[in-house]
């Protein structure tokens, strides 16, 4: 089955303990990116990575921190996690080429207490 | 800069009745626009896109969706509404470098019995 894979589902953690929230894709998708969901708000990119080893930052990157040495994985890192990290992250995938919209994962909703 | 509005935050409808959710997008070239739907507790799931050509497009679940140009507008459509299209509903334009999509707040749909 196509399908985007995030883990964990739910995440609490303390100030300031590195974490690592996994993402991997099985449809040999170019593209790949990470949002979060805040209430009013949406879903604001926070990186995106067109390839391999390509990464760049989206809207809201800060504190924030991705990498792309597998095509089918892109793990998002927060060094130091704040509690204004706190928040619904979904990962999504895509084929580069035309807009065919995003698959997207299942999320995961984190606390930073 | 590329962004969606949807106006209203949350909709209240009768189980049966006809269904309309505004989308209103900014962007200077042809946008490309997509409707997303998120049942409690799951990924996002795309319902219907739209590229270009025919301006009323058909998605799944009985969905379907209006562009219009001249009033940078996606609204989306469901002629009888189901208890199970309860869920918060996304507009986004595929805007700027690669695959990006700008979302907008989101809709909240309630259908009453």
């Known amino acids: 089955e196509a399908q985007v894979t995030q883990n964990p589902r739910y995440l609490i953690t303390v100030t300031g303990k590195k974490l690592t929230v996994t993402c991997s894709q099985n449809?040999?998708?170019?593209?790949m990116s990470w949002y979060r969901q805040d209430p009013g708000l949406g879903l604001r990119q926070i990186y995106y990575?067109?390839?391999?080893?390509?990464?760049d930052k989206g809207d809201v990157p800060e504190g924030y921190k991705v990498s792309r040495k597998e095509k089918r994985n892109f793990p998002l890192i927060l060094e130091s996690p704040s509690p204004n990290q706190t928040s619904l992250y979904f990962c999504a995938s895509s084929p580069t080429k035309g807009h065919y919209g995003y698959t997207f994962g299942s999320g995961t909703r984190l606390t930073v207490v | 800069a590329q962004s969606v509005t949807q106006p209203d935050i949350h909709i209240t409808v009768s189980e049966g009745a006809s269904l309309e959710l505004r989308c209103n997008y900014s962007y200077g070239a042809t946008p490309y626009l997509f409707w997303y739907v998120q049942s409690p507790g799951q990924g996002l799931q795309l319902l219907l896109k739209?590229?270009?050509?025919?301006?009323l497009v058909q998605g799944i679940k009985g969905f379907e969706a209006e562009f219009k140009r001249s009033q940078s507008s996606f609204n989306l459509r469901k002629p009888s509404v189901h208890w199970s299209d309860a869920a918060e509903y996304f507009c986004a334009v595929g805007a700027g470098y690669g695959n990006k999509l700008v979302f907008g707040a989101g809709t909240i749909l309630r259908v009453k019995s």
């Open positions: 739209y590229f270009s050509g025919d301006t």
């Open positions: 449809m040999n998708h170019e593209y």
């Open positions: 990575s067109m390839n391999v080893e390509v990464t």
